[in-house]
């Protein structure tokens, strides 16, 4: 929620401690202006200002449109399908007027002769670009199960949702249209852009909880909106899903970490990608968080007894899949594939579910029969340093701007809370941590190390390039850190100021009031003229990752 009003004055209340003024039958009702002052200077990171929680949901507060023509306000909706389209629209022009590259990678086969349907060709026009790369494998698993054993590498809750409502939808005449594959993938755009919707919301409300700035919550979801890995969260890909799952818990857990409800989003979090067993590392912090502030036998004893009994459910779920996987592999049966399903795996060599032999799959003999790590060095060459060749600089290069940015950002805030950062945040703050640390330093921590680890870890062991869309999907921190930058200096804020008040001259408006509920405004980032150099860079950094990597998707030729 967000409520901005201006007078004659020349005063503003821009700032996250804005007044909210109860509005009924179009009048306002106006009360005292609360000053602020931003923080000057290359210190972005001493911003007290402090959210005033009370001003979230006022029981008699009317949402009433933007003033005509004064600033360019958007809901968090609209913004997120807006960008949706874009990207749709961009693949679109980019597939039609640029030629595929020829990848060599695994193209999901089809039977040749199966009939075209009305509707096929339509949808292989407007949708075509996005079928690429991993997304062949979601739409293969949708259709025909994990019929390879290297499709194993790629979680199920994705394909199985897709799967679902396309053999629900198969009985009715829909699938007479359009064939399955084109309806899959028709769907799995159209889940996806539901799915990056609720992941905008929640990365709002979360910024919103953990930074306890307006401003800065809005231009972190704005960001999040046009990021670096965005065709990934538009494309038949879990990104979206996996961010809306993350996002909700990583807010359920500051709000109650022992909420039963939050096994939900928790277990399916770690059925869409092998990323979200670290999800469980913000319940196990906030646990522990939670006993050391109301510590007592009877609160121990509670809280540990739930928070047991929430992951026995959540490794059950995930024990579920992994016993399907071994039954798939691990024992010679007959399942009944199509021809061109089993014919693909003759001609490249792939094992086929249910033809187990001596000699494949040697991890169906492990204690702990496991497939994902064996899947992804037998195939993709996953492993401890071994993407560090020379021929590979190219892929490091595209994922340097992110590395960088959490890498420098997380030192920074170690540095300056080091001592904090030690005790874990799980103590007292001393009277010198409570000077200097704002609200969000003390919440930030556990999301700091998330970011930490999962780059550090992307570095090391996984396909350096991947960094990108895994902290894209997986991290509000690179958010965080870049909205940072956009709200941190006195002379954003002084710019802000100088122009809403002179387009509120312009408009005659002197004494108005323009509330805007869970929207966000364009202007912070539109305005390119009267950004610093850093500013720039990162919003080109972003819109031109968002362009050049849709481009360069749609066409098959290799981004992150």
Same mark, same amino acid.
């Given at each position: 929620?967000?409520? =901005? ?23 306002? !009702? ?118 390879? =054993? ?13 799967? #679902? ?52 919550? $809005? ?35 500051? $709000? ?23 999800? #469980? ?24 007894? *739930? ?40 001609? !490249? ?39 560090? $060749? ?25 540095? =300056? !809370? ?9 103590? *007292? ?8 640390? *704002? ?23 996984? !396909? ?24 941190? =200096? ?7 100021? #100088? ?62």
């Amino acid at each position: 929620m967000r409520s =901005e009003c201006y007078n004659g004055s020349g005063a503003s209340t821009s700032s996250p401690k804005r007044r909210v003024n109860v509005v009924g039958n179009g009048r306002s !009702h106006h009360h005292h202006q609360r000053q602020h002052h931003a923080a000057g200077g290359a210190n972005t990171h001493r911003d007290t200002t402090t959210h005033d929680r009370g001003t979230d949901s006022p029981p008699t507060l009317t949402e009433l449109p933007p003033s005509s023509g004064s600033f360019l306000h958007i809901s968090i909706t609209k913004l997120a399908i807006g960008s949706r389209l874009f990207v749709i629209v961009l693949q679109l022009v980019a597939n039609l007027l640029l030629p595929d590259h020829e990848a060599g990678v695994f193209v999901a086969p089809s039977d040749k002769n199966a009939p075209e349907r009305p509707l096929d060709a339509l949808v292989r026009l407007a949708l075509g670009g996005l079928n690429r790369w991993d997304g062949q494998y979601f739409l293969h698993i949708a259709e025909h199960g994990y019929t390879y =054993e290297n499709a194993l590498a790629f979680f199920p809750l994705f394909p199985f949702i897709l799967k #679902i409502v396309c053999s629900s939808l198969s009985s009715y005449e829909v699938i007479t249209f359009v064939s399955y594959r084109e309806l899959s993938l028709l769907l799995a755009v159209l889940l996806n852009v539901v799915c990056f919707t609720g992941a905008a919301k929640a990365l709002y409300r979360l910024s919103k909880h953990v930074l306890g700035n307006q401003k800065k919550a $809005e231009i972190a979801v704005l960001l999040f909106c046009f990021n670096p890995a965005s065709i990934f969260f538009t494309a038949p890909y879990t990104e979206s899903l996996y961010a809306w799952l993350s996002f909700v818990v990583m807010y359920q857990c500051i $709000e109650d970490v022992t909420s039963i409800f939050l096994t939900i989003p928790l277990s399916l979090s770690i059925l869409c990608r092998s990323n979200g067993m670290f999800n #469980i590392g913000f319940v196990l912090y906030f646990a522990v968080r939670r006993i050391v502030a109301q510590y007592n036998v009877h609160n121990v004893i509670c809280i540990c007894s *739930r928070l047991f009994s929430m992951l026995i459910i959540v490794l059950f779920h995930y024990g579920i899949a992994q016993v399907y996987n071994y039954y798939l592999f691990c024992f010679v049966q007959k399942f009944n594939f199509p021809d061109h399903v089993r014919e693909y795996a003759a001609e !490249h060599g792939l094992v086929l579910a249910g033809n187990k032999t001596d000699d494949s799959s040697p991890w169906c003999t492990n204690l702990v029969p496991l497939s994902y790590s064996y899947v992804q060095s037998h195939y993709w060459n996953v492993g401890f340093l071994r993407y560090y $060749e020379l021929k590979q600089l190219p892929n490091f290069l595209l994922a340097l701007p992110v590395v960088y940015l959490v890498l420098s950002n997380s030192y920074q805030y170690l540095c =300056e !809370h080091w001592e904090y950062a030690l005790r874990l945040g799980l103590f *007292r703050l001393t009277k010198k941590q409570h000077k200097v640390m *704002r609200p969000y330093d003390r919440f930030a921590l556990v999301f700091v190390v998330h970011a930490l680890v999962l780059t550090l870890f992307s570095l090391v062991f996984v !396909h350096v390039q991947v960094t990108t869309r895994l902290l894209c999907s997986a991290s509000p921190v690179l958010y965080w850190y870049t909205a940072e930058y956009f709200t941190g =200096e006195r002379a954003f804020i002084k710019r802000q100021v #100088i122009r809403k008040l002179s387009k509120q001259v312009k408009d005659g408006e002197e004494n108005s009031c323009t509330h805007v509920l869970n929207h966000i405004e364009l202007s912070d980032l539109l305005d390119f003229r009267w950004m610093n150099g850093r500013q720039q860079t990162i919003l080109v950094y972003f819109l031109g990752y968002t362009i050049v990597g849709t481009v360069l998707f749609s066409n098959f030729y290799p981004w992150t």
